[in-house]
């Protein structure tokens, strides 16, 4: 099984801090960050410490766009903690879809995590491709 999540930052990260990041996060080896392709790739398929990453960068809004796939357990505890866990690494924003509900996610509804542990309900406030959410309400 594969586990895939999406998850925006508000500032532009260098793929050589994201590296870091998720090997801290997820508790692997630098070199088992790798790009999405190398992920699929057949020797390294089946390696269950294995994240594979696709980033998209913009120049301003959500600045940072990160998809990704894993072996790892993403259940939405564990997605909480990563949206989290990017927002106080980074010092910024961090933005996902909103997990608690299916359809939500599939509406432009969308989870906002801020620094200070703090966490909003938020929608899509884009024209076009996802650039920006607008807050609407505080969850904690």
């Known amino acids: 099984m594969h586990d895939v999540f999406e998850i925006a930052l508000k500032s532009q990260v260098s793929d050589e801090q994201l590296i870091v990041f998720m090997a801290e996060h997820f508790g692997v080896q630098e070199k088992f960050i790798t790009s999405e392709d190398t992920y699929w790739a057949e020797d390294i398929e089946g390696d269950e410490q294995h994240v594979g990453l696709t980033v998209e960068r913009k120049a301003s809004g959500l600045a940072t766009n990160i998809s990704g796939?894993?072996?790892?357990?993403?259940?939405?505890?564990?997605?909480?903690?990563?949206?989290?866990?990017?927002?106080r690494y980074f010092g910024c924003e961090a933005v996902v879809g909103d997990f608690r509900d299916e359809r939500s996610a599939q509406h432009g509804a969308f989870l906002s995590y801020f620094p200070d542990g703090s966490v909003w309900e938020s929608v899509d406030a884009s024209t076009g491709a996802l650039s920006e959410v607008s807050l609407l309400r505080q969850l904690r």
Do not use: G, Q
């Open 69 to 87: 796939v894993s072996y790892l357990d993403l259940n939405n505890d564990a997605l909480d903690k990563l949206t989290s866990a990017a927002s």
